[in-house]
T-cell receptor, first 111, second 114 residues
Framework: EDQVTQSPEALRLQEGESSSLNCSYT??????LFWYRQDPGKGPEFLFT???AGEEKEKERLKATLTKKESFLHITAPKPEDSATYLC????????????FGRGTQLTVWP | GAGVSQTPSNKVTEKGKYVELRCDPI?????LYWYRQSLGQGPEFLIY????????DSGLPNDRFFAVRPEGSVSTLKIQRTERGDSAVYLC????????????FGQGTRLTVV
């Protein structure tokens, strides 16, 4: 069964305290691994797409990495404005545009 | 438009009523998706359009749910005989192609069935 699991469910960090969010997936024929940010009451906002193991992408304080079984979203020196829910999603080779989402990690960064 | 637009932003309806939710995708995007998100959960796939046709409707929970995209742009998600369990945020997304290209989401329509 195709599945995407994110951990932890919630994470509280002090401003400047770096950490990582985990996304493990069991999706056959992975075509892409996506990270989104979602603020309360808003739709998911696209952050990164990773296509193959070993690939890394960066944007400001965020860096996403991909292995054959999991992806990590590393947050370096976070700020309160980084507080949001971070969603991971996988696309399979046989199901065209459909994304399989995890439940997300709710990140809170306090000053 | 600049982004994916969904209307209405909020909809309250009585159990048993019919509702329509509208999605205006990003101009030129051929792929359009509907997802449903319950509180504390990730988005759950409903249906995917490539152009005017439904390429994958395997996520529709039952035959009360139906979606159309007659001209390959605007899409409408239709729910008949609504039930309290249909209450959720319905998200629409669009992308420029099929797999491997990022999907951009709208703000969602919060549906409450009372």
């Amino acid at each position: 069964e195709d599945q995407v699991t994110q951990s932890p469910e919630a994470l509280r960090l002090q401003e400047g305290e770096s950490s990582s969010l985990n996304c493990s997936y069991t999706v056959s024929g992975l075509r892409g691994l996506f990270w989104y940010r979602q603020d309360p009451g808003k739709g998911p906002e696209f952050l990164f797409t990773l296509y193959s193991a070993g690939e890394e992408k960066e944007k400001e304080r965020l860096k996403a990495t991909l292995t054959k079984k999991e992806s990590f979203l590393h947050i370096t020196a976070p700020k309160p404005e980084d507080s949001a829910t971070y969603l991971c999603a996988a696309a399979r080779g046989s199901t065209l545009g459909r994304l399989y989402f995890g439940r997300g990690t709710q990140l809170t960064v306090w000053p | 438009g600049a982004g994916v637009s969904q209307t209405p932003s909020n909809k309250v309806t009585e159990k048993g009523k019919y509702v329509e939710l509208r999605c205006d995708p990003i101009s030129g995007h051929t792929a359009l998706y509907w997802y449903r998100q319950s509180l504390g959960q990730g988005p759950e796939f409903l249906i995917y359009f490539q152009g005017t046709g439904a390429a994958d409707d395997s996520g529709l929970p039952n035959d009360r749910f139906f979606a159309v995209r007659p001209e390959g742009s605007v899409s409408t998600l239709k729910i008949q005989r609504t039930e309290r369990g249909d209450s959720a945020v319905y998200l629409c997304a669009s992308s420029s192609g099929s797999q491997g290209t990022e999907a951009f989401f709208g703000q969602g329509t919060r549906l409450t069935v009372v």
